[in-house]
């Protein structure tokens, strides 16, 4: 009897330890302001990954908890792809050489986000979604009679994507995430830009 006891006294200690700190981190989640960044890699995908290829991906992120679960804000981000040696290829064509010296860049200029989180606790998952404007920047070389010229082309899309993943508060209002997104960013009469960024980022909850 004394080890059963003993037992239940162990079990409502540990829960109520849980409960403050829940309470916590309600108290400290609710009204912050999210600052922070992240960092990973950009996958393409569809038929965006037969002219790009893998790349690392940053952004800087500003939020809001309205609550202890949501928190929204705006995420500024750049993509750097690579193009495919069949995409530098056709572009050298294009213009009549045997080497277009290809660049790609893509931007999140304006992306606010939305983030849920499944419960309160210091370690969490959560689901997140994001609309706003892309910015795709396409630059090569070319031979004239004055010698080598860069030439570029920028194009705005609007793009919406959503993703996954699980957050550690620390004792110190530090978030670490770690977490997966598909975006699909699109433009009338162009072919979608598909991709998948895999980042861990940090955040201050101030």
């Given at each position: 009897?004394?080890?059963?006891?003993?037992?239940?006294?162990?079990?409502?200690?540990?829960?109520?330890?849980?409960?403050?700190?829940?309470?916590?981190?309600?108290?400290?989640?609710?009204?912050?302001?999210?600052?922070?960044?992240?960092?990973?890699?950009?996958?393409?995908?569809?038929?965006?990954?037969?002219?790009?290829?893998?790349?690392?991906?940053?952004?800087?992120?500003?939020?809001?908890?309205?609550?202890?679960?949501?928190?929204?804000?705006?995420?500024?981000g750049g993509h750097w792809h690579g193009p495919t040696d069949q995409a530098d290829s056709l572009?050298?064509?294009?213009?009549?050489?045997?080497d277009a010296e290809l660049r790609l860049k893509l931007y999140r200029i304006m992306t606010p986000?939305?983030?849920?989180?499944?419960?309160?606790?210091?370690?969490?998952?959560?689901?997140?979604?994001?609309?706003?404007?892309?910015?795709?920047?396409?630059?090569?070389?070319?031979?004239?009679?004055?010698?080598?010229?860069?030439?570029?082309?920028?194009?705005?899309?609007?793009?919406?994507?959503?993703?996954?993943?699980?957050?550690?508060?620390?004792?110190?209002?530090?978030?670490?995430?770690?977490?997966?997104?598909?975006?699909?960013?699109?433009?009338?009469?162009?072919?979608?830009?598909?991709?998948?960024?895999?980042?861990?980022?940090?955040?201050?909850?101030?």
């Amino acid at each position: 009897m004394r080890r059963w006891g003993a037992l239940w006294l162990c079990m409502a200690l540990c829960a109520s330890s849980a409960w403050a700190q829940t309470d916590t981190l309600v108290g400290v989640r609710k009204g912050s302001i999210e600052l922070g960044g992240a960092g990973g890699l950009s996958i393409p995908v569809g038929d965006y990954g037969d002219w790009a290829s893998l790349s690392g991906t940053g952004a800087v992120i500003l939020g809001y908890y309205s609550s202890p679960r949501v928190s929204f804000g705006v995420d500024w981000g750049g993509h750097w792809h690579g193009p495919t040696d069949q995409a530098d290829s056709l572009k050298a064509v294009e213009v009549g050489q045997s080497d277009a010296e290809l660049r790609l860049k893509l931007y999140r200029i304006m992306t606010p986000y939305i983030k849920y989180q499944f419960k309160v606790a210091k370690v969490s998952p959560y689901a997140t979604g994001i609309m706003g404007l892309y910015l795709q920047e396409v630059a090569w070389t070319e031979q004239t009679i004055g010698g080598t010229v860069s030439q570029s082309v920028a194009q705005g899309y609007f793009g919406v994507g959503a993703g996954l993943g699980v957050q550690w508060v620390t004792d110190d209002n530090v978030e670490i995430f770690v977490e997966g997104r598909f975006h699909n960013a699109m433009r009338g009469g162009a072919t979608p830009i598909q991709f998948i960024d895999a980042r861990v980022g940090l955040a201050f909850l101030l």
